[in-house]
Each structure stands twice: as structure tokens, then as C-alpha cells.
């Protein structure tokens, strides 16, 4: 069986220990042939393939970052006109004749709905759910997620120091696209006392409420957690907008720093480590008994898979009733 591995959309943080799963297993246990597709979904317009080998899988457990490279090439998307390349066409022609048995899709939630296609059109596809963001359905946790949040975490915990020199309210914000996950595990890591999520609405003299009952209470300064898709107006930016605000409303020094790309970058956590190679071997598993068209999951503490029709087009967004929340109210912490 010769099967194919791509990592498509924004990188993050445990992809290659995905794909030293996926491929160690599939070579040792099932005597499969491996091939990397390089750059997501453009390699299969393009017939960029090799082979890898154990050779090339040494050295990623720990490494940050794609070795396959990646794109956000979206095949199904609609032709401009009649003229322009027909991808879908072009892309299972390839398939076929390079001869991949599978496909394997490493990716977020654009990744799963273009997965899901690829199977719905006769391709036998598995993918593995991989963002820092852990927006995507169907899986409890994404790998990507842990390393994120522990490298906004410290950076949460470095901004303490500074604003209690200071006496400045410091406002922090982290990436999750239209998701507030990582703001709300950072922030509440990181000891936040505002935390501003997408999923939650806020308003800014409640905020302004609690840095001044702060400051009451011996506490002249505060660590305010914002996530990216948090609601602004004029297209500003969230912590932009949010730290011009708390200016505006407590007349304190206010401060803003935006985390960026810090947060897909670099090494691993541990647990990050162990849940990519657990996806990862678990994708092959699925691809051994013929369970096609199946993205991995974790559920709880167990390992296992959902459909892609099910997962495709879906966001799984921060509940309200979340204990993380429930909690962090009853101390406090002001959620808008
Ligand atoms: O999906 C992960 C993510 O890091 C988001 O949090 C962020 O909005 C987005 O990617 C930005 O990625 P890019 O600039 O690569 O499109």
C-alpha cells in the first residue's frame, strides 16, 4: 500500500511528530510505502512528491514547524472562469497516476473541509485535526493547542512583573481566529483579570469597573487577556482597541502587546508530543482496516475517529457554562 501525507493551512507546534507517527507506523508495522506531499494541497496540483524513509523521520519529534512545508491552497474553491485550471480534475488525475493508495490530511478546519471533498470524490482520505487555535470539531483537543497556550502563559506571566513596576494596565493579545480558547486557558493560567473572549459580548465600563475596584482594593495594576476575534469597531485591532478604551474609561497607563506568530512556533510541549504521535499512529490504524473518509479525535482520554461529512464546515467555539469561566467568575475575573 503506497500512501501519501500532506500538512495544509497555518503551521503549529507538533505536525512533524504527526508525521513520524503516522509514517513510522505505517513503514514498521504495515510495511507501507510513505510519501510527503510538499506544500499542503498544491503538491497535488503539482506532483511534488518523495519518499520518506526512516531516515528522513529522524529528529521530529521536537520540531517545530511542517517538513513538508504548507499552503493554503483551497482546490474545491469555485473557478473564476471556464478558462482557469480545473484543480479538483487536475488533482485525482495525480493521484492516480502517482498511485497513492491514500491520502492523509494534517490540518485545520479548512484542511477538513477540503478532505472531506477529496473523499466525497472517491479518494481515500484520513486527516488529523492540527491547530493552535482547537477550534475544530469533533476533537476534544487539537495538538498545537498546549504548546500555544504554555507560550502565551509565560508570556502572560512576564507581563506581570512589568505592570506592577509600573502601575500599568497591560493589555495581551493571543491568537484563536473566531475562538476564545486560547485567551480563556492562558489568561486563566496566567492569573488575567479581564478576560475577553469572541463567544462572550463585553462592555468596556465593566472593564473599566474592575481595573478601578482593583486599584480600591491596594491592586494598581492589572493583566488584561484579550482574544484576537474578540468584536472592535473600525476594523481596529483587539488589543489596540481594547487598551485605547481602558484608557479612555480609568484615565490609568495602558499598555498593549500583541503575541503574533511567537505562539505556532518553535518546539512541542510534551503532551502536545504524545497526542500528535498517538493521532498519528492512529491514522494509519485506520487506514490498515480500510476506515476511509474519517478525521481522528480525541474524546475524553481516548483516542478515536469521526466522520469528515460530520466535522466539515463546522467550529467548535468556547461554551459559556464552561468551568474555566464558572470558576473564574466566582474569583473575580471580569469576562466582559
Ligand atoms: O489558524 C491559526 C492561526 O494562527 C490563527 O489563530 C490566526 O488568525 C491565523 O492562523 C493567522 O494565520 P496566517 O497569517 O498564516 O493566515
Known sequence: MKIGILTSGGD????????????????NHYGMEVFGIRSGFRGLLDNDIEPLTEKSLSGLLNLGGTILGTSREKPFKK??????????ALMLKNIHELGLDCIVCIGGNGTQKTAAKLAQAGVN????????????WGTDVSFGFDSAVTIATDAIDRLHSTASSHQRVMVIEVMGHKAGWIALYSGMAGGGDVILIPELPYNIHNIGNTIIERLKKGKPY????????????NG????EYIAEEIEYETGFETRETVLGYIQRGGSPTPYDRNLATRMGGHATELIASGQFGRMVSLQGAQIGSVSL???AGKLKLVDENHDLIVQGKRMGICFG
Open 12 to 27: 503549529c507546534p507538533g505536525i512533524n511528530a504527526t508525521i513520524r507517527g503516522v509514517c513510522k507506523t505505517a513503514i
Open 236 to 239: 481596529k485591532k483587539a488589543a
Open 79 to 88: 473557478r473564476l472562469s471556464a478558462a482557469s485550471e480545473d484543480k479538483p
Open 125 to 136: 482520505v484520513v486527516s488529523v485535526p492540527k491547530t493552535i487555535d482547537n477550534d475544530v
Open 309 to 311: 461529512n460530520e466535522v
Open 222 to 233: 492589572s493583566i488584561v487577556v484579550v482574544a484576537e476575534g474578540i468584536q472592535t469597531i
